[in-house]
């Protein structure tokens, strides 16, 4: 099948967030639609799935994914692994630097520095980073 090439350029510009649980196209909210008790999250802007209400943020104040649509559980996790994960650098005296934490977690999960982010992890991979940054903690 042959694409036009300014296809490809506009698909290339367009963001579109399919959820990976239902396949509905996803809404692009303000925190202020999400979280309207946040008025520190009124700027931000966040996808929601119209139908299972799986949702995520984007970078700063960008329409930019931070990383995949998540359900309520996998939401959680991946705040946990982070609060974990992020005591590894970000503490009075850290373990690592940021990037040393990044490229540790890289290799222990057996991925790409690209695909190295929490908010694109599922839920075995967020377990795992909990494990893992416990077990450096000691």
Same mark, same amino acid.
């Given at each position: 099948?042959? &694409?036009p090439k +300014? &296809? &490809?350029q506009t698909l290339k510009h367009t963001t579109s967030v399919v959820c990976p649980y239902c396949n509905k196209i996803a809404d692009l909210k303000t925190g202020k639609d999400i979280y309207p008790h946040r008025t520190d999250l009124y700027n931000k802007y966040f996808y929601e799935?119209?139908?299972c209400k799986a949702r995520c943020g984007c970078h700063g104040s *960008?329409?930019?994914p931070l990383? *995949?649509?998540?359900s309520p559980k996998l939401r959680k996790i991946r705040q946990q692994a982070h609060e974990v994960f992020d005591k590894l650098w970000n503490t009075y005296k850290p373990k690592y630097t940021r990037s040393e934490a990044y490229e540790a977690l890289t290799k222990h999960l057996n991925l790409t520095k690209e695909e190295t982010h929490i908010a694109?992890? +599922?839920y075995y991979q967020c377990e795992k980073t909990i494990i893992w940054s416990e077990h450096e903690q000691q």
């Open positions: 099948m042959h &694409i +300014d &296809i &490809i799935c119209p139908k *960008t329409k930019k990383g *995949t649509l998540a694109q992890f +599922d």
